[in-house]
């Protein structure tokens, strides 16, 4: 399943990305979406620094999801910083079927075309699970709470890089 979303947000390209990446930002969006996050790693990349987390999610699931996941959902979140492209990558890798899904996707600010004060997000995704029976119907499922958590997480994202200095 492929996902793309965006919006606009009020603040010229460069100080949007600074904001998106900071730290500061992605622990107050961890706390709005109920994510706890444990940093595993963290290095310097090219072009910016790459961090691999370890994430536990709690939430409501379908019964198969369920059997496939269990009730909480932990996964190692790697995020790779790019500031020549101000784009934050993602891959999400599960601790059970991590060579039958792939999760990964990014998030990147781009120029509102006449508008120095506006910027463009895009959250571009792709979620695929081969699994017998399943694997279509939790990608989907999957594909569709992740699209469903950053849809839900945009108008916190908007005011708070719109408010921030």
Do not use: C
Request: proline fraction near 5%; glycine fraction near 6%; charged fraction near 30%.
């Amino acid at each position: 399943m492929d996902f793309r979303l965006d919006h606009v947000v009020e603040k010229p390209p460069n100080r949007a990305f600074e904001i998106l990446v900071s730290d500061v930002f992605q622990s107050e969006t961890d706390r709005q979406v109920s994510l706890v996050k444990t940093l595993i790693s963290e290095e310097e990349g090219p072009d910016g620094p790459v961090k691999r987390w370890r994430v536990l999610e709690e939430s409501d699931k379908p019964d198969f999801a369920k059997k496939l996941v269990g009730s909480a959902f932990e996964y190692t979140l790697e995020q790779r910083v790019q500031h020549s492209l101000r784009r934050l990558s993602w891959r999400v890798t599960p601790p059970m079927m991590s060579d039958r899904v792939k999760a990964e996707g990014y998030e990147q600010i781009d120029a509102v075309v006449g508008d120095d004060l506006r910027s463009h997000r895009v959250i571009v995704g792709t979620i695929e699970v081969s699994a017998p029976f399943v694997g279509k119907k939790l990608a989907e499922y999957i594909g569709g709470q992740v699209r469903a958590g950053f849809e839900r997480s945009m108008p916190f994202i908007a005011s708070y890089i719109a408010e921030a200095e």
